[in-house]
């Protein structure tokens, strides 16, 4: 059962929308997580960062 793109709320993915934004970006990967039961490898490479990035926005947001 592979997660895919469809499985994230679109708004999170939509190009115009500014990911800085702190409350989204939060949100958004709080959903992430949930859909990927915590795979963090998985969340990195749906957004297309580097695991380090994504780990580094986790702390941020006290999501670790």
């Known amino acids: 059962n592979t997660l895919g793109l469809s499985d994230i709320d679109a708004k999170f993915l939509a190009p115009e929308v500014s990911i800085g934004c702190s409350q989204d970006e939060a949100s ?12 963090k490898s ?19 947001y006290k999501l670790l």
């Open 42 to 60: 998985e969340i990195a490479r749906l957004l297309n960062i580097p695991r380090r990035t994504l780990y580094r926005k986790l702390q941020k």
């Open 28 to 39: 958004m990967l709080r959903q992430m997580l949930q859909k990927t039961n915590g795979n």
